[in-house]
């Protein structure tokens, strides 16, 4: 089960991530879990029984499948049970999911784990979003919304220091113990004033609005705002929740969605994290694959950094940008570095070429499209619709994980390392384009600005009036 292509593999969910306070923080939060169940694969003598391939493929394919399911369920418990206690319902199962890996005395009661753990994070990867872009102020929702991601990278590094030095079952016992401050926490903090005013409990969103803004703040004009957003979509809502997805006014922000999603796992992320060992050894570098997951921790840890001191001063879609061409650059370049290996061509004295490649890729990546397509799906999907359109998004990143993650040793064996990394190079210069001409710039907008705009319903109220109008590029 060992083996440098294996540990190599030690990514394989990577996305949205990979947008989660230690355990549920957003795409990262996939990308940890993917990570950890893959890693078993790589610590030495990991487990008392024996993995065959296709087992051991499963330890991270059930994951996505698992995600997708979580997606299509967290949908309706957003709406039903409320952002919060959906959040807070996903802990004990978490703990559950640890307990299952770090006793399993088999294969099944690992893939249960896997599975547990995965369909709690397709639940927690969108009500976490929908959560934060609901109860944050509009001025530092974009570094606030960042922060649960950058509490996720802390987890990713921790299990891959800890991997070093702990065997499989102890690993698996720390991560049981890391929903515990998150399941505690959840209880002290409030449900958001929005789905509050959905179920016409005013009293309630004002109580949770001045826990949120502090007891000094005036509150009132904020819950007027949002009772007549409220009154809005109740005029305007469907009974067939399907057909309410298809309108044409919310097929824009849903389609904007699910391109960032696309766009998101098409970047490669899964291929260049597979590829990390290879890189490393194809770059002259004699370190442990261990320790060049490690790394991969830091640099992943480092862009998310960047990207929440950023994001509330540059925007969104300028870090998307710098996103998009970094990635781009680095995976034609990886490509061309492949193709001359392939043709038997000496690349000794560019050995430092790929190495760099994948820390400005990592770094890119990790900068903006990890992160921000999750917490766009928080800020423009419309309040009616929230619920549901986060869930239709949420299942087709996990979607788009499970295909890429599944098809990409195919990609290798049809159009070799080089042509995949190209592929992946071309889809990525698409989705700059896909950015420049329709994702909005949401800094600074609060969600009915936000949805006002997107629905083309643009009223002459007092306390709009004076507000910039965004620029859509649509």
Known sequence: MSGRDNRGAGGGGGGGHHHQPLSSAMGKLKEKLTRAGKQLQSIPNPTPFHFSRLQASWVGGIMPLAGLAGGIAGGPFI????????????????????????????VVMVLCGR?????????????????????????????????????????ILLCFV????????????????????????????????????????????????????????DVEPELKGLMRSQADADRQATQNTMLELLKRSNLKPLSISLGLMFFQQL?????????????FQDAGSTI????????????????????????????RKILLYVSNVAMILTLFVLGGFFYCKSTGMDTSNVGWLPLSCFVVYILGFSLGF?????????????????????????????????????????????????????????????????????????????????????MGRVRRMSSVANIKPLSFNM
């Open 162 to 217: 800890a991997g070093t030095y702990m065997d499989w079952s102890m690993l698996a016992f720390l991560g049981g113990t890391l929903p515990v401050p998150f399941l505690i926490l959840m209880f002290l903090i409030p449900e958001t004033p929005r789905w509050y005013v959905s179920r016409g409990r005013e009293e309630r969103a004002r109580k949770a609005l001045v826990w949120l803004r502090g007891k000094e703040a």
């Open 370 to 454: 990890g992160p921000i397509p999750w917490l766009m799906m928080g800020e423009i999907l419309p309040a009616k619709i929230r619920g549901s359109a986060a869930s239709v998004a949420t299942a087709f990143n996990w979607s788009c994980t499970f295909v890429v993650t599944k098809s990409f040793q195919d990609m290798i064996d049809v159009m070799g390392a080089h042509g995949a990394f190209w592929m992946f190079g071309a889809i990525c210069f698409v989705g700059l384009f896909f950015v420049i001409f329709y994702v909005p710039e949401t800094q600074g907008k609060t969600l009915e600005d936000i949805e006002r705009k997107m």
């Open 288 to 315: 442990d694959g261990n320790v060049c997951t490690i790394i991969v921790g830091v640099v992943n840890f480092m862009a998310t950094f960047i990207a929440t001191v950023l994001i509330d001063r540059a925007g």
């Open 115 to 155: 599975f547990l753990a995965g369909f709690c994070v397709g639940i927690a990867s969108l009500s976490l979003p929908v959560y934060l872009g609901e109860t944050v102020q509009p001025e530092v929702r974009g570094t606030l919304g960042l922060l649960p991601t950058a509490f996720g990278n802390i987890g």
């Open 267 to 279: 970047s490669g992320i899964n291929a260049v994290i597979f590829y990390t060992v290879q890189i």
């Open 79 to 106: 709406e039903y049970l409320g952002r919060r206690n959906t959040i807070l319902a996903t802990a004990v199962p978490f703990i559950i999911s640890w307990l299952l890996i770090a006793c399993a005395v088999n």
